[in-house]
């Protein structure tokens, strides 16, 4: 692959911490018992994806593979929030598609130009205003931030175009989409002339416009490896419409029938879906055709598989506007171009209680603190307004033998366990 493109990229993405909550007591003078006034922590800046239409590769991936966004300030006095951290914006081209680099599933196709969060920054940490209660007026202890998301994935570009040229390398596809957009590919005489795939916007009239992409040429085996075509294949997955562009010159001693067949074969061996995608043939280089013959024949053959043919010359400029109508009409009949539906779904964390948790008895004996880095992950996961992640969160902490350590402790009913920011009545 030339070193210019770059459409698979693999890179770690780490989201803010958040701030810590701190412990403060409000001091003024003639204001006895001012009373706990600790800040919380402020939020970790997420990681946050966004297309840029000017990027056309994931160059940008090629050296740089870690991501990391700020975390959160922590709290001060006078009940004052730690400042949020800025979130890190990636920008990547449109198509890209991002997928768990564990699992392989799509985590998210970056089509529109909405942003997307891809990991969340954690929570800050409560100060310890929050546990004053009657009882426990003086609270000498706040919680720490929570740790932010992260994640391994791979990014894919896949080009998002309406049309796709395919066919053999030199046989005029780049000519082509020169001609009928204002893209300008590198062209010239030989084979594998194009590297990386050109995108182009064909105006047809007002109002009516389509992409066309020249995929780089496919030779026999790509599907296998073989020359460049089988890196590019992925970028033909969301073309609605296949233009396939066979040289009939005869100038390289090439049977066109036979360069028709063994694309389709190609391309039916790396999706079937793929290879059953509408098609028009174009027989291209009519202009210094040697010999009649073969037109005729890949003519015949290509109208007994159910495919239009068009004869044009690219270079000469023949036949391109009748063909552009026709690839127009065509797309009206067909659904929008692919958005892939994601299929990542976030997993609660696996819980490693190897390690036992730190828990510290306060004030007056009746309240302990909980702490451990299994239980921040966890805590991550919890929606507690929802039944079942409730029911979720108790399992957890009963099988990681958290309770039974409290009892060992010394724990009453009654007792409260607070456990980052939230805080419950321990019961047998």
Known sequence: MSSGFIDKARIHVRAGNGGNGVVSFHREKYVAAGGPDGGDGGRGGNIILQVDTHMSTLMDFRYKRKYTAPNGCDGQGARKTGKDAEDLVIRVPLGTLVRDAE???????????????????????????????????????????????????????????????????????STLLSVVSKAQPKIANYHFTTLFPNLGVVWVEEGVSFVMADIPGIIEGASEGAGLGHDFLRHIDRCRLLVHVVDVSGSEGRDPVTDF????????????????RPQIVVANKTDIMADPENLEKLRAHVEALGYPLFEISAAAHQGTRELVWKIADKLNTLPPVKVFEPEYVRRPPQIDSSVPPTIQRVDDGHTWLVDSPWLQRLMNSINLKDYESRMFFDKSLRDSGLFQLLEEMGIEDGDTVSIYDIEFEYQR
């Open 103 to 173: 699992s392989g599933e799509i985590i998210k196709d970056m089509s529109d130009l909405e942003p997307y969060v891809l990991c969340k920054g954690g929570r800050g940490g409560w100060g310890n205003q929050h546990f004053a209660t009657p009882t426990r007026q003086v609270p000498r202890f706040a919680k720490g931030g929570f740790p932010g998301e992260s994640l391994d994935v791979f990014l894919e570009l896949k080009l998002l175009a309406d049309v796709g040229l395919v066919g053999f390398p030199n046989v005029g596809k």
């Open 261 to 276: 067949d063994t694309i389709n074969a190609e391309l039916q061996q790396y999706s079937p879906e793929l290879a059953s």
